[in-house]
T-cell receptor, first 118, second 114 residues
Framework: AQKVTQAQTEISVVEKEDVTLDCVYE???????LFWYKQPPSGELVFLIR??????QNEISGRYSWNFQKSTSSFNFTITASQVVDSAVYFC???????????????FGQGTRLTINP | SAVISQKPSRDICQRGTSLTIQCQVD?????MFWYRQQPGQSLTLIAT?????????ESGFVIDKFPISRPNLTFSTLTVSNMSPEDSSIYLC???????????FGQGTRLTVV
């Protein structure tokens, strides 16, 4: 069975600090996808990144970066120079690489509530 | 990409009643997914809605409580039946449009049962 663990329930930092959100996953699939979503207080899910299991290249997008390590089954997310607007709940998720197009059924971690204080 | 319109965005319902949530997608998709997010919790998959066949429910969710319709490739409904306060949650529908895309989510329906 697939499982995603986000051990950090809540993180609170001061603005401009760097912060890393941890994500560890379990799957027996050899091909799978990993996701990060942001959920601000308004409740909608904002897509941040999707990573294929065969692509271990780390990615940077502005202040955001992701470190995918298949050897440790981790897909960590770092925010550099955090801002108050980064305050939200962040979810890591996993889906199998279904043969059927669009069959992206996600297993979510418990989420990490990130608070950036001014 | 896919744009998902979910209705209603929120509702307050009396216990014992039922609420039907609608999910409309701007393109044809094979599968639609319904998730529940209880207060302060993560998202849990309720069921997968397949066009032309019965929905596939995850463990802990049953059709009598959460009947789903999928009349065509762009629309689905989820009904929360015989509601109790424990059903107070955000309900979200989701689609995937291809093998190399994100999973798209509707804006969610925030349900409060009193």
């Amino acid at each position: 069975a697939q499982k995603v663990t986000q051990a950090q329930t809540e993180i609170s930092v001061v603005e401009k600090e760097d912060v890393t959100l941890d994500c560890v996953y379990e799957t027996r699939d050899t091909t799978y996808y990993l996701f990060w979503y942001k959920q601000p207080p308004s409740g909608e899910l904002v897509f941040l990144i999707r990573r294929n299991s065969f692509d271990e290249q780390n990615e940077i997008s502005g202040r955001y970066s992701w470190n995918f390590q298949k050897s440790t089954s981790s897909f960590n997310f770092t925010i550099t120079a955090s801002q108050v607007v980064d305050s939200a709940v962040y979810f890591c998720a996993l889906s199998e690489a279904g043969l059927l197009q669009g069959a992206q059924k996600l297993v979510f971690g418990q989420g990490t509530r990130l608070t950036i204080n001014p | 990409s896919a744009v998902i319109s979910q209705k209603p965005s929120r509702d307050i319902c009396q216990r014992g009643t039922s609420l039907t949530i609608q999910c409309q997608v701007d393109s044809q998709v094979t599968m639609m997914f319904w998730y529940r997010q209880q207060p302060g919790q993560s998202l849990t998959l309720i069921a997968t809605a397949n066009q032309g066949s019965e929905a596939t429910y995850e463990s802990g969710f049953v059709i009598d409580k959460f009947p789903i319709s999928r009349p065509n490739l762009t629309f689905s409904t989820l009904t929360v039946s015989n509601m109790s306060p424990e059903d107070s949650s955000i309900y979200l529908c989701s689609v995937g449009t291809g093998m190399n895309t994100e999973a798209f989510f509707g804006q969610g329906t925030r349900l409060t049962v009193v």
